[in-house]
């Protein structure tokens, strides 16, 4: 059951009158968050770069691995993809990807959306795209360096780095994956989707929860 989650960001100043009235006006399946959002910019995964927001897109996606504490250490651990195989002394990353994962809606996961998001972020060329340049993709090369081997399966062809930077990098809110199918039936003038996921993850994230709306207060 996908839990929804209302997002509604109140400026820092108001905090306790807020907190005071918020048990009656707040819907029981809704999370309010009180921020200051004078730097929020986007929740869309491709663009998004802040930490405040980061922590919000990360709620509404899912990356192939995620960053977690394992024995007191933050660990890149397997994430939609269930586990990968590192080959080519360190410079090819096969990702199986798990078969149960779903989006919101209930699309699967499948390997065209992990190639398209990935594809997508450089595309757009926003703030953390050169994170995925450092490890060796770049807009001119991704047709070669981001490639499908099957509908459960993705091939990166990365520079040798250590896989802990590798397997970290695409565990941040920007390797978030998006529904390609929702995404591009929300395009408009060639923009991937990017004004429809300003502010939302309906149908195109595979996280915990789903952003349907953010409102300022």
Known sequence: MWKRVMILFLALSSLLTFASNS???????SLVIAADTQILISLDPAVCYETFAAQITEAGY???????????????????AEKWDILDNGT??????????????????????VVFSFQRLLSINKSPAWLLEEIGLTKENMQETIAKQDDNTVVLKTKPLAPNVILSILGGSWGGIVNK?????????????EAYLLDKSVG????????VDMEEK
């Open 92 to 113: 090819k990353y096969v990702f199986h990807l798990r078969k149960n994962a779903r989006f919101s809606n209930g699309d699967p996961v499948t390997a065209d959306d």
């Open 181 to 193: 199918k929702v995404v591009m039936a929300n395009e408009v003038n060639g923009d991937f989707g």
């Open 23 to 29: 048990p009656a006006a707040t819907p029981k399946d």
């Open 62 to 80: 899912s990356g192939l691995t995620s960053i977690q504490p394992v024995n007191g250490v933050l660990t890149p651990v397997p994430c939609l």
């Open 204 to 211: 195109a994230g595979a996280g915990p929860y789903e952003i």
